[in-house]
């Protein structure tokens, strides 16, 4: 039994997986500090190397139709296999949000509020995402296309308002960083923004048609990883190499507009986008965890869980890291880490098992 009812369409997914993409621009900051201005490269062969994986997860979800990623776990590995799998995919959803809530509140008290309360910022963005995600997967869907265009729209307007300040010298050389530090760009990119899209396995269920799941889904992840190389373009022929000593280096660049003395100071607005964007990625993350859980327990409805764990997830905000240091360097080399098995091993391998024990068969009750 599924526990959602609602449906969405094939083009929906486009833009939902646009937005969710878009929603970690400002994680590429993580691999700035590496990658340096090589970062651009990095974002594309990000995107490259994982497309074989999230081609594995639309497969499972277009094998395993009207299906969700629970249900999926108890049918090809068994009740207490399969659920010992799902168990630890919903310990990666709740970590992962509660490190996205954690970005937001980092972001407000360092550049936009720093005089409001740390944990009220996170209770306050928690509260909405939690009723964002009660609102169901259709409600998220139907506004989409609102959060893609408010990005691409910031996105390109600050990019064209500070070309006139840019020296694409600032690119070169290329090719000059060690391999192990290109590799590790690579990594941190493919399991943050594209890797993360695993997640959609428990929302790909609710299409109502599967027929072009494959096209809108690449589409969407095209638009997510264009806006991103868009970013990382402005950024580092704004910055340069002193991109790396900065908290943010899309702030830092944003603040260099001034037009006539009249459009100045427009990183406030760039934090208002950047914190649309989030919002929308966590409320889909918050909507995979409590219908995950809730389908994990048998329960009928998700809507008990939704303020139980919007109040875990502020709690492991607020408590996981001591600040936005230890936050960038356990993510690098810890949280791409024990993620890696869930978005790179266990798809293919379950639709290597899916495939070889021809499921789902007669058994596809499970999903209706």
């Known amino acids: 039994m599924n526990i959602e009812k609602g449906k969405i369409s094939s083009s929906q997914i486009l833009f939902l997986l646009a937005g969710f993409v878009q929603g970690s621009v400002l994680l590429i900051d993580f691999t700035v500090g590496i990658t340096q201005q ?5 974002i594309l062969a990000g995107l490259v190397i994982t497309a074989p994986f999230i081609l594995s997860y639309v497969a499972l979800a277009k094998r395993f139709n009207g299906m969700n990623l629970v249900q999926i776990n108890d049918m ?18 709740s970590m992962t949000l509660s490190f996205n809530i954690l970005d937001i509140g980092e972001l407000y008290v360092n550049f936009l509020m720093p005089d409001t309360p740390f944990i009220f910022l996170l209770a306050v963005f928690a509260t909405v995402c939690a009723y964002a995600a ?49 590799f590790q760009g690579i990594h941190i990119l493919s399991a943050i923004p594209y890797g993360e899209t695993l ?19 690449f589409g969407g992840l095209l638009i997510g990883a264009m806006s991103l190389f868009i970013v990382s373009i402005r950024n580092t022929a704004i910055l340069g190499k002193t991109q790396t000593i900065w908290t943010s280096a899309s702030f830092q660049s944003i603040r260099l507009i001034d037009i006539g003395t009249v459009l100045t100071r427009m990183d406030f607005l760039i934090g208002i986008a950047q914190t649309v964007l989030i919002f ?15 389908q994990l327990f048998g329960l009928k ?52 098992i899916a495939k070889i024990r021809s499921l789902p068969g007669h058994e596809r009750g499970g999903g209706t």
């Open 134 to 182: 009660s609102k169901g997967i259709e409600a998220l869907a139907r506004v989409s296309h609102l959060f893609v265009i408010t990005g691409i729209f910031v996105i390109v307007s600050t990019f064209i308002l500070l070309i006139d300040q840019m020296d694409f010298s600032n690119f070169l050389p290329l090719f000059e960083l060690p391999f192990i530090k290109i």
């Open 280 to 294: 929308f990625k966590c409320s889909l993350f918050f909507y995979a965890l409590v219908t995950a859980l809730s």
């Open 38 to 42: 090589q970062t651009w490269m990095v």
């Open 301 to 352: 409805s998700y809507l008990p869980l939704i303020l139980p764990l919007a109040g875990i997830e502020v709690i492991l905000a607020a408590t996981v890291f001591q600040s936005p240091v230890d936050h960038a360097m356990i993510t690098q080399n810890a949280g791409i880490i024990y993620s890696a098995p869930l978005m790179y091993v266990f798809p293919p391998l379950t639709l290597l």
């Open 76 to 93: 090809v590995y068994g009740r207490f296999l399969g659920k010992v799998l799902s168990a630890y995919y919903i310990f990666f959803l």
């Open 199 to 217: 997640v959609f396995l428990m929302i790909m269920g609710r299409l109502n048609n599967t027929g072009r799941m494959v096209k809108y889904t």
